[in-house]
């Protein structure tokens, strides 16, 4: 299946993968320019966290998107928590920092933290199912 | 910055390392489950493949069998083609001959008339 095919069968889990890249990269680059509402609740060590946490969001975006896209879900799955920490810390500074204006990010971003936690719990159930219906590893035929 | 927000700040934190350390756990604990998973996915992917590869296989020899019938047809059709064009040419002979026939009847006819007057 190409890469086109892909994205047309998974387009909301692209996304969020592409996004968490993204921001990631720009969290990791430009620190806590990237979101007044970290900046301002993180107040301190507000930039070399948001490093951190740009440089892991990342990481996790792209441990996704490449799980997803090739198929293996030992990759996806790590990238999948990973993600939705980045999500959820994400909307859990942004609206103490900026009160109500930081609501329509804050709920927008903890709603994709809370996908991503679906979504590897689903995967995680899954892997649970078929551990339990195949043999394990060195007594396949 | 109030104290609310600074435990909200902090359960941020716990968050975030918290879904790390669980994505270790997922590497490290669960990573036979998870190869299991890919594994049968993989199959999956296979049998669909196959499948395809079947049906398309199908289809090529019901092609080819279609293909033969046409071929058959054609021949019969041509053969058919060929025998009304030998019976269109002796046809024509034949209407040569009679047309040949009329024309001497015609001028016997006139050269008996002829005699009479």
């Given at each position: ?30 620190g806590?320019?990237?979101s ?11 930039n ?14 792209v ?8 198929r293996?879900v ?38 994709l933290?809370?996908?991503?936690l ?24 | 910055?109030t104290?609310g ?59 080819k ?29 034949e ?8 024309l ?14």
């Open positions: 299946m190409g890469w086109r095919k892909r994205l047309a069968s998974n387009p909301f889990g692209t996304m969020v993968a592409v996004a968490a890249i993204v921001l990631g990269g720009l969290g990791a680059v430009i806590d320019d990237t007044q509402g970290m900046s301002k609740s993180l107040a301190g060590h507000s070399a966290i948001a490093h951190i946490w740009g440089v892991t969001f990342a990481v996790g975006g441990l996704k998107l490449y799980g997803l896209f090739t293996r030992t990759l996806e799955l790590p990238g999948l928590y990973i993600v939705s920490g980045g999500y959820g810390f994400y909307a859990l500074t942004v609206v103490p920092g900026l009160g109500v204006h930081g609501l329509a990010a804050g709920i927008v971003s903890g709603s933290a809370v996908g991503s679906l979504k590897a719990k689903a995967i995680m159930r899954r892997a649970r199912q078929v551990a339990a219906e195949s043999p394990p590893d060195g007594e396949r035929p | 910055m104290t927000s600074d435990i909200v700040v902090s359960v941020a934190q716990f968050a975030a390392g918290g879904t790390i350390v669980q994505a270790m756990v997922a590497i490290f604990r669960r990573r036979g489950e998870l190869r299991q998973l890919d594994r049968q996915i993989e199959s999956v992917a296979i049998d669909t493949a196959d499948q395809v590869v079947m049906m398309l296989h199908a289809e090529l020899v019901d092609s069998e279609e293909a033969g019938r046409l071929k058959l047809e054609r021949a019969g059709l041509e053969r058919q083609i060929e025998a009304l064009t030998a019976q269109m040419s002796s046809t024509r002979t209407l040569t001959t009679t047309r040949a026939e009329l001497t009847a015609r001028a016997d006819l006139a050269r008996k008339r002829d005699r009479r007057r």
